[in-house]
């Protein structure tokens, strides 16, 4: 069984490392010792798509969420201008599954809890993933993670999805401002959840908006939280909320 909600593109062309450093969140030579998380971002700092490079050969390949596949190589034709890069859709299948590595698999770069992505026709496993993200506070593209997304408050810096070394790409400076300014007020985070409250449900501290709820696995949530107001016993309609800091 392959994951059917992915897309990957392949991108060859003399300039493709070079094309991809100047977009990307992430440094792209880390490609030389495997796979890299990463994301573009617009202009002006907030989440356009998330996906992972793969090293094939001279090309790389883009591991992308599939209703996100073709903006995305939009995005990227228009930005590449008269750079050697060609674009193109695969149909090359993305498998998972945690346990050892296989041959030619990679670890995801994310969190050790989410075991490997494959490309070249790896067994896929039927695993309760979103019991891992939540735990993890992996952010989904499409759920916790939206337009309206600025990515450090999603965790990319714990999830390896940036590199603030690596020098200009599209939204840099928002990115860089808010890394260096004081403490992030707002963020995702794991909480504890009794009952439970469609994803994009108001999280309330008394009278007063403490954030939203996404992802559900049990007794635990993913959250995007206003950390000064989240304290004590919070509800999400008729479901308890609890964050532990």
């Not at 490392?17 to 998380?37: P, S």
């Not at 896929?124 to 939540?134: F, S, T």
């Not at 939206?146 to 390896?160: C, M, Q, S, V, Y």
Request: charge should be negative; hydrophobic fraction near 40%.
């Amino acid at each position: 069984m392959s994951n059917k909600t992915r897309k990957v593109l392949r991108l060859s062309g003399s300039d493709v490392t070079h094309f991809l450093q100047g977009l990307v969140t992430n440094d792209v030579d880390r490609l030389a010792d495997g796979i890299v998380y990463t994301a573009l971002l617009t202009p002006q700092g907030k989440y356009r798509a998330d996906f992972f490079l793969v090293p094939d050969g001279d090309d790389v390949l883009i591991d992308v969420q599939e209703d996100l596949a073709a903006a995305l190589a939009q995005v990227l034709g228009m930005y590449k201008l008269r750079s050697d890069v060609i674009i193109a859709e695969t149909d090359i299948t993305v498998t998972r599954g945690v346990g050892e590595t296989p041959e030619r698999a990679f670890a995801d770069p994310r969190h050790a809890s989410l075991g490997w992505r494959g490309y070249h026709g790896q067994p896929d496993q039927d695993v309760d993933w979103d019991a891992l993200r939540v735990a993890a506070c992996v952010p989904q593209t499409g759920v916790e993670l939206t337009p309206d997304t600025f990515i450090l408050e999603a965790g990319f810096e714990r999830l390896n999805g940036v590199d603030y070394k690596k020098g200009c790409y599209v939204g840099q400076e928002v990115t860089a401002r808010m890394k260096h300014k004081t403490e992030l007020r707002k963020g995702l985070a794991t909480v504890g959840i009794s009952g439970s409250a469609p994803v994009g449900t108001e999280i309330k501290a008394g009278d007063k908006t403490a954030g939203t709820l996404f992802t559900q696995s049990g007794s635990q949530a993913i959250a995007y939280l206003r950390f000064d107001r989240a304290t004590g016993d919070m509800s999400a309609e008729t479901a308890t909320v609890t964050y532990s800091g």
